[in-house]
């Protein structure tokens, strides 16, 4: 049976949404939630009855149409009007699992209670989510700004019976799904549209998932790192807790730490060695590694606060007696945090690739190419071409998006974020960062075949489980296999602890 959560009832921190999405809970609202969407819809009708003012979104059009006015006929129409004429997005569409991660968070930033959405417009969202009900979203047509208003408009057209979900391994029309779940398509009342649409739930399902893979991958830098490292012949001394209590960076000295401990009892490293650096690839591990992984811990404060916040326009205060239009849609602060994001994660394998590069050098006794004969087999040659390919792409990518605005809707939103652009862009750098740490992984497991001593145990059973995906090279094969089961490998690999924050 699977556990509940219960939305509203804690703060949404990032380790709550891996609990939920690792451990497949299904969700519910807490009875506060409940009484404050309630309460809030309840307070909207009565102030639409009681006067004719316009309201931004809710009697008068959107964007630079807001001063027509719409009669109280007219007020559900106008919010279907909205979804279906927003939903123009365009591209490849979103993977499944960010899909899931935008319906949660749309769950959740609705359920404080300042949106004005009917009980069951919710409700049917937690179905959605409950029942793997996933809408098909598009992943372009998102400005960042007034919302995520193209995505959003494709995740919310099934609560209409139109467009298209996933649902049981298959793309079919809402329609057909809801029919088959004995589901009345929901009818919008006056707000929800508006409140469905502007949000940052787009931009944030990518910030978390993609967050949730980057302290993954840190790990993995740094084992893989420390792997190369050992196979290299390096040096320890660069990472003696002394050097890092005196620059005292908390994410250099927990890559630091993470070295020295993932090298404990390894033979290799205890042996004497005859140089007396190495390059700043291996030397500064601690140093490049670690500013990334400080880096996630502003980029998670700055979507945790996005999690926990209400997102869409206008804002209904029911004890003031307000509804205010603002921009909490706007999503600057995601737009700086995932290309900060994007540029972090790209240095990993950035200086990955140059380890990769180190090791095939027929340099500290390693054959070139890290092939017994080198000349009749390229050996490892070509792999680090591919790497070369790969880090120079994620170079293109983290050009910033969030520095980029453009006009819109007759001038009435002339400045944007372009945070979708940043979210879709940094998903592109963490999908080719595995690439690039599973093209280490190859290149440092083959190089410790050419020591006669042995590394650490810990990081001789890490090689040993991968020599089950990807054995020896002991002459020329066909390596793209390999270079792709390496990448499934660090995909697949279960950690201790699959997510590890900087404290």
């Not at 029942?131 to 099934?158: C, N, R, W």
């Not at 660069?238 to 993470?258: E, K, S, T, Y």
């Not at 340099?363 to 070369?388: C, D, E, H, W």
Request: hydrophobic share 40%; aromatic share 8%.
């Amino acid at each position: 049976m699977s556990q509940l959560f219960e939305v509203g009832s804690q703060h949404m921190s990032l380790e709550t949404l891996h609990d939920i999405v690792s451990k497949k809970k299904t969700l519910q609202l807490a009875a506060t939630a409940k009484a404050a969407i309630s309460d809030c819809r309840a307070f909207l009708d009565q102030k639409i009855d009681e006067s004719d003012t316009p309201i931004y979104g809710i009697n008068t059009g959107f964007g630079s149409l807001c001063d027509v006015s719409i009669g109280k006929q007219d007020l559900g129409q106008l919010q279907e009007n909205l979804v279906k004429s927003h939903a123009c997005g365009m591209g490849e569409t979103v993977p499944d699992e960010i899909v899931k991660l935008m319906l949660l968070l749309k769950v959740q930033s609705l359920s404080y209670g300042y949106s004005g959405v009917q009980l069951q417009t919710v409700e049917r969202l937690i179905t959605f989510f409950n029942e793997d009900i996933l809408p098909v979203v598009y992943t372009q047509g998102s400005l960042g700004a007034s919302g995520d208003l193209a995505p959003l408009a494709h995740l919310s057209l099934p609560l209409l019976g139109m467009g298209e979900v996933r649902y049981k391994g298959k793309v079919q029309s809402a329609a057909s799904v809801l029919k088959k779940l004995d589901l009345q398509p929901i009818t919008l009342q006056s707000k929800e549209g508006l409140a469905l649409l502007n949000g940052t739930q787009f931009m944030g399902a990518y910030g978390c998932h993609l967050l949730l893979h980057s302290y993954r991958l840190s790990w993995f830098a740094d084992a893989i790192g420390a792997l190369s490292l050992d196979a290299y012949q390096g040096l320890l001394s660069p990472f003696d807790p002394r050097i890092h209590q005196v620059r005292p960076h908390r994410g250099q000295q927990i890559v630091a730490q993470r070295v020295l401990e993932f090298l404990t009892d390894s033979p290799l490293a205890a042996a004497h060695k005859s140089h007396v650096q190495d390059p700043y690839s291996f030397r500064c591990m601690p140093q490049v590694h670690g500013a990334s992984l400080g880096a996630l811990k502003y980029i998670r404060d700055v979507f945790e606060t996005e999690f926990n916040s209400v997102t869409d326009n206008p804002t209904i205060f029911m004890e003031e007696g307000d509804v205010l239009s603002a921009g909490n849609f706007h999503g600057q602060p995601l737009a700086l945090a995932l290309d900060h994001l994007a540029i972090a994660m790209a240095e990993l394998g950035n200086i990955s690739e140059r380890r990769v590069y180190q090791l095939i050098g027929g340099k500290r006794q390693l054959p070139p190419f890290l092939v017994a004969k080198p000349g009749l087999n390229s050996g490892f040659m070509i792999p680090q071409y591919t790497a070369a390919s790969i880090v120079s792409q994620n170079k293109q990518y983290c050009t910033p998006a969030s520095v980029d605005s453009i006009e819109s809707s007759n001038g009435q939103e002339d400045h944007v974020s372009m945070g979708a652009n940043a979210a879709t862009k940094a998903y592109k750098v963490i999908d080719n960062l595995y690439s690039l740490l599973g093209i280490e992984l190859m290149n440092a497991s083959q190089a410790l075949y050419f020591r006669e001593l042995k590394t650490s145990p810990f990081l001789q059973d890490f090689v040993d489980t991968f020599r089950e995906a990807v054995p020896f090279v002991d002459e020329d094969r066909y390596l793209h296999e390999d270079m792709q089961a390496a990448r499934e490998f660090l995909l697949a690999t279960k950690l201790e602890r699959d997510l590890t924050l900087v404290q």
